[in-house]
């Protein structure tokens, strides 16, 4: 998932490209064998990592006190969910993953709504009056038969519904979910050598310390939460890509992606350990297939609404901006929503991650805080809310702030060591407010403006 607020899974956006990409790979679905391991990537390239207090961050490793890796995580009542899943290694050949299936009919199921409600309008244009008027009268004459029709396949719909519905692993929110688990991670196994071919000049080598960093802070994530089935059954592989944004995304299948520009833009490594623990708990909610099958749930029930809407426009030019309105209420009341609350409870359960991993959760809040400073002084336009898949910076960083006595006592259950020192969303406060005073009436009117395009933040550290 992208921290930048841009959608990584386009698989079920309907973005051709994306097709095109999908049909090029072929069907290389192949399962991973689930054991609980941080693989190293076997890519190199070069590179050296300071945070941007110019101070290297794999010497911050020491100053973090945590428990062992070997240490037994500890247990509470909301994280022992048992389930059952088979895993298997896929045949060589076998036919196309269901998701994959559904991506690639999604736009001929739109071509043939759009053909069936234009022959529809075309039919009855073509009907001499006389044939209209028997018409209406025969549909006045079986309204309760139509009326009858009609609901029942609402019926079959809300049935559909209800019969797919799924706990959500360790929240146990209600959802729909369509594709079967199994079938969801061959695909992610496509997406992930899509990513490969993509970034395969910019791996950086298992060498490199922002490497060996990123692979302590999963390795120690997933060790410290290995009594939650989810994260246990899932092989954890490592890739740092030497990019310069800010962003970071699991795979369902345990690929983890961060790139170098997220590694300059945290503080610490307790900042590092919840956006990781944030990005782990996406995969581990299978956010992807969730957010997958309401898609295809709303695409199928929004095929009935193209078919009426190219069968009752008069001509295809308001039909077509009558489509356009149909999707941008779907994406503005459907998709965006319920992309944000898959973000919220993700912060929810990489917080608890990381509370088990006794990291000092306080500083989860003050990353969205710095990551709204560094917006406001680069000059990017602060849009809505509703209009992003992602919340706000400021209500991220709100909604941490009000999970944080929580995380705290479970961190404080794992008997995880005391948390010395200020407060780092007290020190970030304070220095804010020196930054406004000192910075009150101190601009020559020749003074040299620095680039506002690349700040120079000296962010607090825990």
């Not at 898959?342 to 608890?352: R, T, Y």
């Not at 990551?371 to 336009?381: D, K, N």
């Not at 407060?423 to 406060?429: E, G, S, T, V, Y």
Request: aromatic letters at 10%.
């Amino acid at each position: 998932l992208d921290l930048t607020g841009n959608a990584r899974n386009c698989f079920f956006t309907g973005n051709p490209d994306c097709y095109r990409n999908l049909i090029d790979k072929g069907l290389r679905c192949i399962l991973d064998v689930p054991h609980t391991e941080v693989s190293r990537n076997v890519h190199h390239s070069s590179g050296r990592f300071f945070s941007q207090s110019s101070q290297p961050l794999g010497e911050k490793i020491p100053s973090l006190q945590i428990s062992s890796v070997g240490q037994t995580p500890c247990h509470f009542p909301a994280w022992n969910i048992q389930i059952n899943r088979s895993f298997h290694t896929s045949p060589s050949l076998q036919a196309a993953p269901v998701p994959l299936f559904w991506i690639i009919v999604k736009p001929a199921q739109k071509l043939f709504a759009i053909i069936l409600g234009r022959s529809i309008r075309n039919w009855w244009k073509a009907l001499p009056p006389n044939k209209r008027e028997l018409f209406k009268e025969s549909a006045r004459k079986n309204k309760w038969k139509i009326l009858l029709g009609v609901s029942s396949l609402g019926v079959v719909f809300v049935m559909f519904y209800f019969t797919h519905l799924e706990e959500t692993p360790i929240t146990g929110r209600a959802r729909l979910l369509v594709f079967g688990k199994e079938h969801f991670r061959e695909l992610s196994q496509m997406e992930y050598d899509m990513w490969m071919e993509q970034f395969k000049h910019q791996m950086l080598p298992e060498t490199d310390a922002r490497y060996q960093v990123v692979e302590r802070v999963v390795g120690h994530l997933s060790e410290s939460n290995k009594d939650v089935p989810q994260v246990s059954a899932l092989k954890w592989v490592i890739h740092v890509v030497d990019e310069p944004g800010v962003n970071a995304f699991v795979l369902p299948n345990g690929q983890v992606f961060v790139f170098t520009g997220l590694l300059e833009a945290v503080s610490d490594i307790h900042q590092l350990s919840f956006i990781l623990g944030h990005e782990i708990a996406h995969a581990v909610l299978e956010h992807a297939a969730e957010k997958a099958s309401l898609v295809h749930f709303l695409d199928f029930l929004s095929l009935i609404f193209l078919t009426m809407i190219w069968a009752i426009c008069p001509r295809d030019s308001l039909a077509v901006v009558g489509q356009w309105i149909q999707s941008k209420l779907q994406e503005f009341m459907f998709d965006r929503p319920y992309s944000r609350t898959l973000e919220a409870e993700a912060d929810k359960v990489g917080l608890q991650f990381a509370a088990k991993a006794c990291v000092d959760v306080r500083a989860s809040s003050v990353f969205w805080q710095q990551m709204e400073l560094a917006e406001t002084i680069q000059g990017q336009p602060k849009l809505p809310e509703w209009l992003s898949t992602h919340p706000s910076h400021e209500n991220r960083a709100e909604h941490l702030d009000r999970l944080i006595p929580e995380a705290l006592k479970i961190r404080e259950s794992c008997n995880c060591p005391s948390l010395s020192g200020p407060d780092p969303r007290l020190i970030f406060r304070l220095n804010m407010q020196h930054l406004l005073e000192s910075s009150k009436g101190r601009e020559p009117p020749n003074s040299t403006k620095q680039d506002p395009s690349k700040p120079k933040l000296d962010f607090p550290h825990t």
